[in-house]
C-alpha cells in the first residue's frame, strides 16, 4: 500500500461580493460617454483601420494625404476613403480638403480618451 503524503493546505477566500470584486476608484462612464467610446472602438475594429491611424500617427507633420494611404495599405481609393470615412465619424481623426486631395490628421485627444478608457479608472 502506497504511503500517502499530506497535501499543503489551500488557503481560504472570503465569500460574497466583497470577496470577488474590488471597489470602483473612479465613476462609471454615462450613456453618451460610453456609447462614444464603443464607437471608436468600433471604428478600430478593423486591422487596416488600426493601421491607417499607425500611418497617420507616424507621417511627417501628424498628417497624411489619402493617396499617400492608398498606396501604402494597397487597397483601392474607394476603399480606403469608406474607412476613413468611418475614422472621421467616430471623431478619431479630421479631414481636410485641399484641391482635389484629402488629408487626414489624428486627434491626439480622442485616442489619449481611448487609453484613458482601457486604464483604471
Do not use: N
Not at 479630421?94 to 486631395?101: I, M, Y
Not at 491626439?108 to 480618451?113: F, T
Amino acid at each position: 500500500m502506497a504511503s500517502r503524503t499530506a497535501l499543503p493546505a489551500l488557503p481560504v477566500h472570503p465569500v460574497g461580493a466583497a470577496a470577488c470584486c474590488a471597489p470602483l476608484t473612479g465613476s462609471a462612464l454615462d450613456v453618451a460617454a460610453a456609447e462614444q467610446l464603443a464607437r471608436s472602438f468600433k471604428a478600430l475594429g478593423d486591422p487596416t483601420r488600426v493601421r491607417l491611424v499607425s500611418l497617420i500617427a507616424a507621417a511627417e507633420g501628424g498628417e497624411a494625404c489619402i493617396c499617400d494611404l492608398t498606396e501604402t495599405v494597397g487597397l483601392a481609393q474607394p476603399t480606403v476613403s469608406h474607412h476613413m470615412r468611418l475614422l472621421v465619424d467616430a471623431g478619431l481623426v479630421t479631414r481636410e480638403q485641399r484641391g482635389k486631395w484629402a488629408y487626414y490628421r489624428i486627434v491626439r485627444a480622442a485616442l489619449d480618451e481611448l487609453a484613458g478608457a482601457l486604464s483604471q479608472r
